[in-house]
């Protein structure tokens, strides 16, 4: 019985060469070899996505991740808002309306993100750690308020106060 065996195990590569001299009688004659084929577990390596794998030891370049924002105005906009009549606000992000709140819903201060009445966002970043979208806040006449651009940060909650 001539011939090559290989088998993998746990990443340890083993081939045996088996020859039958027959010259000598029936004896078999045995050689081996051991390599070590560095077995690798491929995945998302960065402990801050949300699809971090900590057996992964090979990025694979499939890391996701999501940031927040949260808009928030103080009292003084809120009665501004107040003398035109303004009510309800509607909050939208990428051209999405991601909420709505009432005019005179004002904070003293910035709260946390996905405070009762805040408006927060998340978006789904894909494998970038920021990325930039459009917003717009417009009141109940179709009146635009505040426009801008907000940068959305992986795993961060970015505060917006909107300002007059």
């Given at each position: 019985?001539?011939?090559?065996?290989?088998?993998?195990?746990?990443?340890?590569?083993?081939?045996?060469?088996?020859?039958n001299?027959?010259?000598?009688?029936?004896v078999?004659?045995?050689?081996?070899?051991?390599i070590?084929?560095g077995?690798?577990?491929?995945?998302?390596?960065?402990?801050?996505?949300?699809?971090y794998?900590?057996?992964?030891?090979?990025?694979?370049?499939?890391c996701?991740?999501?940031g927040?924002?949260?808009?928030?105005?103080?009292?003084?906009?809120?009665k501004?808002?107040e003398?035109?009549?303004?009510?309800?606000?509607?909050?939208y992000v990428d051209?999405?309306?991601?909420?709505s709140?009432?005019?005179?819903q004002f904070?003293?201060g910035?709260?946390?993100?996905g405070?009762?009445?805040?408006?927060?966002?998340?978006?789904?970043l894909?494998?970038?750690?920021?990325?930039?979208f459009?917003?717009?806040?417009?009141d109940?006449?179709?009146?635009t308020?505040?426009t801008?651009?907000?940068?959305f940060?992986?795993?961060?909650c970015?505060?917006?106060?909107?300002t007059?």
């Open positions: 019985m001539n011939g090559l065996f290989a088998f993998t195990y746990n990443c340890l590569e083993i081939k045996i060469y088996m020859m001299i027959k010259s000598i009688g029936t078999v004659l045995f050689a081996a070899t051991l070590w084929s077995c690798t577990t491929p995945g998302c390596t960065d402990p801050n996505a949300e699809n794998e900590s057996v992964a030891d090979s990025d694979d370049g499939s996701e991740y999501s927040d924002v949260m808009f928030w105005y103080g009292g003084a906009v809120s501004e808002m003398y035109y009549y303004t009510t309800p606000l509607s909050f051209g999405q309306i991601v909420g709140t009432a005019a005179n904070w003293n910035a709260p946390n993100c405070d009762n009445a805040s408006i927060t966002v998340s978006k789904n894909g494998g970038a750690t920021s990325l930039a459009d917003y717009e806040v417009i109940d006449y179709g009146d308020w505040w801008g651009t907000i940068n940060v992986a795993n961060t970015t505060s917006l106060e909107l007059l």
